[in-house]
């Protein structure tokens, strides 16, 4: 089962608690963009076996949305961040780094 630290509550909880929100930092394309832009945005999704980025809510604890940081083959988890940051922190990538020396996924290592 697969457990993560809400980061704004401090709750550990289990994926039960939560609402899966998909693919975190995303490049947001509207009105005005480029029709590339816009079909990236809407249906270009990482799917990796390894290192992957996303997004939860705590739905039933304080509904915060959260990213995560975390393997999808094992299901380790590397860390849980705010939602309002436009990287991972330095110390979830640190994480990754000492776990899975080499990572990629999209433009960050
Ligand atoms: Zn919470």
New binding site residues.
Partial sequence: MLILK??????A?DETELHAGGEAHLTRHGPGSSDADFEEYLFMRENPRGVHFERWR?VY????W?HAARDTATLEVFGTYSAQVAEPPKDVRAAITAKVPGWRWRDLS
């Fill in positions: 809400c980061p704004y509550c401090g709750v909880c705590h604890g304080c509904g915060k959260f």
